[in-house]
């Protein structure tokens, strides 16, 4: 029964996938889904979507005093930099990495902002992490090295 249950879903979810009409949502590298315990930041990235930064933050910094979690201090560091403190985002791009030092997302971003900031050579250190953890290329490794080529001239 089980069996022909998830049979049963399997084709449902492709036959949705298959349906003319079916909007499938692009897919943004704004912070790790996979995070174990990470609170629910649907609210969060759908403000950073709207590009409402101060509500995100309010939201952000709310999530990271009951719960300090790399996937938090990620969009607490990506929405301090899309503010322009560049400063402040960095200390909590360090804070998710010392978290979790595997956090792709944050090593994406951390990369972005030493480029923002001029700092190529720490920019580079990023995409050979991100080299190192995702061997068969990743998002987060591909939207790197496009954001150096399109922004390295700093």
Do not use: W
Not at 53 to 60: D, F, M, P, W
Not at 66 to 77: E, F, H, R
Not at 78 to 85: A, C, F, V
């Amino acid at each position: 029964m089980i069996k022909n249950a998830f049979i049963g879903f399997v084709s449902l979810v492709t036959a949705a996938t298959l349906m003319p009409g079916t909007v499938v949502a692009p897919a943004y590298a704004v912070d790790n889904m996979e995070t174990a315990g990470a609170p629910d930041l649907t609210s969060a990235r759908a403000k950073i979507a709207a590009k409402n930064y101060a509500g995100a933050l309010e939201e952000l910094r709310g999530l990271a005093e009951d719960s300090p979690q790399a996937d938090v201090y990620n969009l607490l560091g990506y929405t301090l930099r899309k503010t322009g403190d560049f400063e402040t985002s960095l200390t909590y791009y360090t804070k998710a990495l010392e978290l979790q030092p595997d956090h792709k997302a944050a090593r994406e971003y951390l990369g972005e902002l030493y480029v923002e900031t001029g700092k190529m050579d720490k920019a580079n250190e990023q995409v050979a992490s991100l080299t190192r953890l995702c061997p068969n290329g990743c998002e987060e490794l591909e939207d790197l090295q496009k954001f150096i080529a399109s922004n390295g001239t700093k």
